[in-house]
C-alpha cells in the first residue's frame, strides 16, 4: 500500500508552473520579439504537449502525476539521479534562455525555413514519442528508484516494443531540433550538454532495472537499443 502524501506542496506547483509555463516563453520574454512566429510555435508546443500528454497520463493512470510530483522528494531515489534529474531540468530550461539572448544580441544568422519546418516535425514527433512513453508506463517516475510500494513492473508494451528509454529518445529528438527553429546556433551547446547527460542517465537507468527490475534482463536481450535505433 502507498503511504507517502499525494498532495503536491505550494513549492512544487510554483516550480511546475514556472517551467511548464514561463520558460517556453523564455525566448520571446528576454528578447523582446513578441512577433517572433518560431518562438510562439515552440511555446505553444511545450505547452500544449505538457497539458495534452498530463492529462492523458492521469486518465490511463490516477497515481501516475502523484508519483511524478513527488520527484524532489523521494528519499529512495538512487544518489546518482539526485544530480542527474535536477541537470536534465537545467538543461532544458537553458535551452529556451540560450536561444532567448542569441536573438537578443544577434549573434545566430538564421537558418532556412525548409530547415525550420522540419526542426517542427521532429519536436513533434519527439513529444508524441515521449507522451506516449509515459502513457503508457504507469511507472514513468521522475527520478530513477524501484517503485515497490506501487508494485513495480517490468512495462514492454507501446514504444517499449522497440526502445527500453523511449521516453528519454523522445527528449532527445525535441532538444536537439529546437536550436534549428529558434534560428540558434548557440543553443546547441545546452542541447549538447543535456544529450550527455541523457546518455550517462539512460545507463545507469538501465543497469539499475536490470539488476533490481524481475524480468528486465531477459527483456533487455529482447529489446536491444536503449536510447538510438540501431546504434545504442
Known amino acids: ?6 498532495s503536491t506542496t505550494p513549492q512544487a506547483i510554483i516550480l511546475t508552473l514556472f517551467f511548464i509555463v514561463v ?6 520574454l528576454i528578447s523582446g520579439q513578441w512577433d517572433w512566429w518560431e518562438a ?9 504537449g ?7 497520463a492521469a486518465r490511463a493512470h490516477p497515481d501516475l502525476l502523484a508519483e511524478r510530483a513527488r520527484f524532489l522528494r523521494q528519499q529512495d531515489a538512487k544518489p546518482w539521479d539526485k544530480i542527474l534529474s535536477p541537470l536534465v531540468v537545467l538543461g532544458g530550461g537553458l535551452i529556451p534562455l540560450v536561444a532567448g539572448f542569441d536573438a537578443l544580441f544577434g549573434w545566430s ?15 513533434l514527433a519527439g513529444y508524441l514519442l515521449g507522451s ?12 530513477v528508484r524501484i517503485q515497490t510500494e506501487r508494485g513495480h513492473q517490468l512495462v514492454s508494451t507501446g514504444p517499449y516494443r522497440w526502445l527500453r528509454h523511449p521516453g528519454y529518445a523522445g527528449g532527445l529528438l525535441t532538444y536537439l531540433a529546437t536550436p534549428l527553429l529558434l534560428d540558434s546556433r548557440w543553443t546547441f551547446l545546452p542541447a549538447i550538454f543535456i544529450t550527455i547527460v ?18 528486465y534482463r531477459e527483456y533487455a536481450r529482447q529489446v536491444p537499443y ?7
Open 1 to 6: 500500500m502507498d503511504n507517502q502524501p499525494r
Open 23 to 28: 520558460v517556453p516563453l523564455f525566448p520571446m
Open 40 to 48: 510562439w510555435v515552440y511555446a505553444a508546443v511545450a505547452i500544449l
Open 50 to 56: 505538457f497539458a495534452i500528454s498530463r492529462l492523458l
Open 109 to 123: 544568422p538564421p537558418f532556412t525555413l525548409p530547415l525550420k519546418i522540419l526542426a517542427l516535425v521532429i519536436i
Open 132 to 143: 506516449y512513453a509515459l502513457i503508457t508506463n504507469r511507472f514513468f517516475s521522475g527520478v
Open 198 to 215: 541523457l546518455f550517462i542517465r539512460t545507463h545507469l537507468e538501465d543497469k539499475t532495472l536490470q539488476d533490481e527490475l524481475e524480468g
Open 226 to 232: 536503449r536510447l538510438v535505433p540501431g546504434l545504442w
